[in-house]
C-alpha cells in the first residue's frame, strides 16, 4: 500500500516539474504579440523605446506611466492595457497554482554548503536578497562568487543563466572572476563573456540602466542581477534632512524597479547595502549598527542577512528578515576562489 502511495506521489511530483517546465518556456509574453490583438506595430515600437519588452511588465505600469509616453493618447493606452489584459492572466489564482508557480524558482549555491543550508538551497529567483553589513564583511566577495556560480548548470545548483552587475562604489575586479571560475572548473573567458557589467555614477544614471535591461533580458536568459551598492549613490546625491523625503520616493521607485525585474524574468536580485550607525540603538548593544535605506529598503528586500566579520578570514551571515525562513546563523569564510565553508 505504502509503495503504491510512494508511486502515485512521483508521478505527482513528476507533473508538477513538468508543468513547471512548461511555464518556464512562456514565463513571459513578448510585447509583439500585442500586434495580433490589433496593436498598431508603432505603438508597440513606442513601448519597447520606453524599456517595456513584455506584457508582463507593461501591466506593471500605471496608466499615468503609460500617458508620459510620448505618442500614446489615453485611448490608445486603454486598448493597448484591455490587449494586454487577453494574453496574460493579472487576476486570481489557486493556491494550486500559485505552488506550481513557485516550482520555476531556482536557488542558486553561494560556494558555501552552511550558507546555502541557511537560505534554503542558496539565493532565490523571483526575489530581492539583500545584505547589509559593514566593509570587508564579505557582501562585495559573495557577488562576485554568484557571478560565476549562476552559470553553472541546475543541475550542479547553478543558475545556467547569464549575469547583469551593476556597481556603484568601483569594486568590481574581473581578475576575482577569473579564480572563482577555475575553482568551479568553468572557462574563465566564457564566465567573464557571460556578465554584462556598468558602472553607475548618479541615482539617475543607476535607475536608467535599470530601465535598459529590460532590452537585454527579454532576448537572453539571464538568472542574477546584482546592484552593489544599492544606496551608495542616494547617499551622495541627497544630503540632509532636507532632502530625505525626495531621497526615499526615489530610492523606492528604484526598489519598485528591481522587484519587477525579478518577477517579470525569473531573476535573482541580490543587492548589498551600507550600515549606518545607531546611537539610539541602546546602551547594552555593543555595536549600534543598522541598515540604510530606512523602512523602504527594509519592506522591498525579499530576504535581509546580516553580514559581520568573524576571526580571520571567516565571516557570519544571519538570517535579518525572510518569508519562509528562521532566524539562524551560518560561518563561511573568503578563500581566493571565492565563497567556501569555513574551515576550524
Known amino acids: 500500500m505504502i509503495a503504491t502511495l510512494k508511486a502515485e506521489d512521483q508521478s505527482q511530483l513528476q507533473l508538477v516539474e513538468r508543468e513547471a517546465i512548461d511555464d518556464e518556456e512562456d514565463l513571459f509574453e513578448a510585447i509583439d504579440k500585442l500586434i495580433s490583438q490589433g496593436i498598431n506595430a508603432g505603438d508597440v515600437k513606442k513601448l519597447q523605446d520606453a524599456g517595456i ?46 505552488l506550481v508557480r513557485r516550482q520555476s524558482v531556482i536557488r542558486i549555491t ?14 532565490e529567483t523571483l526575489a530581492i536578497t539583500e545584505a547589509f553589513g559593514e566593509f570587508r564583511s564579505g557582501k562585495t ?35 576575482r572572476i577569473v579564480t572563482i571560475a577555475e575553482r568551479f572548473g568553468m572557462d574563465p573567458g566564457a564566465v567573464l563573456d557571460n556578465i554584462i557589467y556598468a558602472r553607475a555614477y548618479t541615482y539617475e544614471h543607476q535607475y536608467n540602466l535599470l530601465l535598459g535591461l529590460a532590452a537585454k533580458m527579454s532576448e537572453e536568459p539571464f538568472r ?16 540632509g534632512r532636507g532632502e530625505l523625503a525626495e531621497r526615499q520616493q526615489k530610492l523606492a521607485q528604484m526598489l519598485s524597479r528591481l522587484t519587477k525585474i525579478a518577477e517579470e524574468f525569473n531573476v535573482a536580485v541580490y543587492m548589498t547595502n551600507q550600515v549606518i550607525a545607531d546611537p539610539g540603538g541602546g546602551m547594552f548593544i555593543s555595536d549600534p549598527k543598522k541598515p540604510a535605506g530606512g523602512h523602504v529598503l527594509a519592506h522591498a528586500a525579499t530576504i535581509r542577512l546580516m553580514f559581520r566579520k568573524g576571526k580571520g578570514e571567516q565571516r557570519v551571515c544571519k538570517v535579518f ?24
Open 53 to 98: 519588452y513584455t506584457c508582463n511588465g507593461l501591466m506593471m505600469h500605471t496608466k499615468k506611466n503609460l500617458t508620459g509616453i510620448k505618442g500614446l493618447s489615453e485611448a490608445k493606452v486603454d486598448k493597448i492595457c484591455e490587449a494586454a489584459e487577453k494574453i496574460v492572466n493579472f487576476g486570481y489564482i489557486t493556491g494550486s497554482d500559485a
Open 110 to 123: 553561494t560556494g558555501s554548503q552552511a550558507l546555502d543550508e541557511l537560505l534554503g538551497g542558496g539565493i
Open 141 to 175: 566577495q559573495l557577488a562576485h562568487t554568484l557571478c560565476v556560480s549562476t552559470q553553472l548548470p541546475t543541475n550542479m545548483r547553478g543558475g545556467n543563466g547569464k549575469v547583469a552587475y551593476i556597481d556603484t562604489e568601483g569594486t568590481f575586479r574581473p581578475d
Open 224 to 239: 542574477l542581477l546584482i546592484v552593489d551598492s544599492v544606496i551608495a549613490l542616494f547617499r551622495v546625491d541627497f544630503t
Open 321 to 344: 528578515d525572510a518569508p519562509n525562513l528562521p532566524e539562524a546563523e551560518a560561518v563561511f569564510q573568503i578563500t581566493p576562489g571565492g565563497i567556501a565553508d569555513a574551515k576550524d
